[in-house]
Antibody, heavy 117, light 108 residues
Framework: QVQLQESGPGLVKPSETLSLTCTVSGGSFTGYYWSWMRQTPGKGLEWIGHITNTWGTTYNPSLKSRVTISGDRSKTQFSLNLYSVTAADTGMYYC???????????WGQGTLVTISS | EIVLTQSPGTLSLSPGERATLSCRASQSVPNNYLAWYQQRPGQAPRLLIQGVSSRATDIPDRFSGSGSGTDFTLTISRLEPEDFAVYYCQQYGRSPVTFGGGTKVEIK
């Protein structure tokens, strides 16, 4: 059974960088898209972007200028960096596995990130 | 991007009743790539249905999906206590994937 677990700070100051890591266990990295999603009061559920097992990345155009997703195959981890955050970025952040068709079949439990000084 | 509008916002029903949830897309969803998710309080969304009507692994057959083009429906034939939750539709036919705003199914 595939399991995903998010980790990272729960509080980030405005204008700084939100950094989260997702650790994957119980499954192969190959053949899937490893994704970040968030759920905010303002925009609801929102796809942030993904990284493939060949380390290609695709981002939501609405966030593309502020996002980097990277991976570490040796640790079966992938990470999210969201730059220049504001209060509007406050919400639950989830990592998830997507089939190439982009349905999300396994999710982490989520981590709450608050943007505040 | 394709905008998904779900209705109603809240559905108040009793256990055993039938629930009908709607998802309308701002433009036709390519290949009918439309999925439904269930989110219980404090949990991540769970994939219920993909490709309009194909149930995901271990999803009971009281959940069914239908529709095409821009209008889609999730039906729960007889509500069980664990079905009271929020439901989201998602389109994955055109990038970026997008989600609807959700329908909350609450106990009447």
């Amino acid at each position: 059974q595939v399991q995903l677990q998010e980790s990272g700070p729960g509080l980030v100051k405005p204008s700084e960088t939100l950094s989260l890591t997702c650790t994957v266990s119980g499954g192969s990295f190959t053949g899937y898209y490893w994704s970040w999603m968030r759920q905010t009061p303002g925009k609801g559920l929102e796809w942030i972007g993904h990284i493939t097992n060949t380390w290609g990345t695709t981002y939501n155009p609405s966030l593309k200028s502020r996002v980097t997703i990277s991976g570490d195959r040796s640790k079966t981890q992938f990470s999210l960096n969201l730059y220049s955050v504001t209060a509007a970025d406050t919400g639950m952040y989830y990592c998830a596995r997507a089939a190439p068709d982009q349905t999300f079949d396994f999710w982490g439990q989520g981590t709450l990130v608050t943007i505040s000084s | 991007e394709i905008v998904l509008t779900q209705s109603p916002g809240t559905l108040s029903l009793s256990p055993g009743e039938r629930a009908t949830l709607s998802c309308r897309a701002s433009q036709s969803v390519p290949n009918n790539y439309l999925a439904w998710y269930q989110q219980r309080p404090g949990q991540a969304p769970r994939l219920l249905i993909q490709g309009v009507s194909s149930r995901a692994t271990d999803i009971p057959d009281r959940f069914s999906g239908s529709g095409s083009g821009t209008d889609f429906t999730l039906t729960i034939s007889r509500l069980e206590p664990e079905d009271f939750a929020v439901y989201y539709c998602q389109q994955y036919g055109r990038s970026p994937v997008t989600f609807g705003g959700g329908t909350k199914v609450e106990i009447k």
